[in-house]
């Protein structure tokens, strides 16, 4: 089982940046992927922002890409969120997850499908004020 603990969010300002933290367990059992997702209030979960375990490139949403930046430290498996130019828009609860992608060659799919990801952290609110 992969067990995840984020850590990071709080409240600032227009134009302000926070790093979100999500600290996984040891165990990789049949995942590939982890993401950040995010749920503002009366809104479905979005999908914000993901990368492969092990390495690779990285995948954001149209709204975030330029501003967000997602990345691993394996030494203690850790991934991060780096937000920069928040905006309001942004504010919601960050949720990390950890799951397993379909990867077909030669076809994109999204990673960022809800359904593909089995383990989910607590979540972290971001709250940003103009």
């Known amino acids: 089982q992969v067990q995840l603990v984020e850590s990071g969010g709080g409240s600032v300002q227009t134009g302000g940046s926070l790093r979100l933290s999500c600290q996984r367990s040891?165990?990789?059992?049949?995942?590939?992927?982890m993401s950040w997702f995010r749920q503002a209030p009366g809104m479905e979960r979005e999908g914000v922002a993901q990368?492969?375990?092990?390495?690779?490139?990285?995948y954001y949403t149209d709204s975030v890409k330029g501003r967000f930046t997602i990345s691993e430290n394996s030494a203690n498996n850790t991934v991060y969120l780096q937000m920069n130019s928040l905006k309001p828009e942004d504010t919601a609860i960050y949720f990390c997850?950890?799951?397993?992608?379909?990867?077909?060659?030669?076809?994109?799919?999204?990673?960022?499908?809800?359904?593909?990801?089995?383990?989910w952290g607590q979540g972290t609110q971001v709250t940003v004020s103009s």
């Open positions: 040891a165990s990789t059992y049949n995942i590939n992927s």
């Open positions: 990368i492969y375990t092990g390495g690779g490139s990285s």
């Open positions: 997850a950890a799951g397993l992608v379909p990867i077909v060659p030669g076809i994109w799919l999204n990673p960022l499908s809800v359904d593909d990801y089995t383990y």
